[in-house]
């Protein structure tokens, strides 16, 4: 899916996993989602969050107000889930996920599925970890701008992606098949040229340097 095609509008979602740091200023159209005790994530970068979600069992408290969606603890979806549906159900297709690695790895998995959630949906989330950035996309391709240098690893997330193309990395592939039993994309390299991840048909797990992030030129 080209960008182009996209909501450029943003909605922004902080959990409540390891705090790397909120790295982002909202812009007017987006959305912030406080999911659970994101809230306190949020509160002490000081954004005003558009919506509180969750069952709150995290944070220990209800918040009070006419922006807060408070859940059951007995729930199929997780606190992000509901953050992340409620963002779909206010018409944004591009989803920035903080605070959502670290701390319990079920966690994290579990938000590394809701990236593949959005790309089966014709949408694109982002999930933002220390150093790093993971996404998820299918039957299409990301394209980066020249990056100097820095690691980026491509694994498949569905049984197997063909008519995968790794090219201008250090390590390229054409034509090649991945599959989610062995990890033959891990730790390939930018080397100063523009690069291009692409799959014809499956569905892939890309992670890459947060500095990269602002160095894609389609999606």
């Known amino acids: 899916m080209e960008e182009e095609s996209m909501n450029k509008n943003i909605c922004y979602i902080v959990g409540a996993g390891e705090n790397y740091g909120l790295d982002f200023e909202p812009e007017r159209g987006d959305l912030v989602i406080a999911a659970d005790a994101g809230l306190r994530r949020i509160e002490e970068k000081g954004i005003k969050p558009d919506l509180i979600a969750g069952d709150f069992d995290t944070l220990q408290y209800i918040p009070q107000g006419e922006n807060v969606l408070r859940m059951p603890p007995e729930k199929d979806d997780t606190d992000t889930a509901v953050a992340l549906k409620e963002g779909i159900r206010a018409g944004y297709t591009t989803f920035h996920i903080y605070c959502g690695t670290g701390g319990r790895i079920d966690h994290t998995i579990a938000n590394l599925q809701l990236l593949a959630y959005l790309s089966a949906r014709g949408m694109r989330g982002f999930l933002f970890d220390k150093d790093s950035v993971f996404t998820v996309f299918e039957n299409t391709g990301l394209a980066f701008d020249k990056i100097e240098d820095g690691y980026v690893s491509v694994f498949s997330w569905s049984e197997r992606s063909t008519g995968v193309y790794l090219e201008n990395l250090k390590y390229e592939l054409h034509d090649a098949v991945l599959t989610n039993s062995f990890p033959l994309g891990v730790s390939?390299?930018?080397?100063?040229?523009?690069?291009?991840?692409?799959?014809?048909?499956?569905?892939?797990?890309?992670?890459?340097?947060?500095s990269a992030l602002g160095r894609i030129l389609s999606c």
């Open 188 to 210: 390939n390299e930018f080397i100063g040229k523009k690069s291009r991840i692409t799959v014809e048909c499956g569905t892939l797990l890309v992670n890459f340097p947060k």
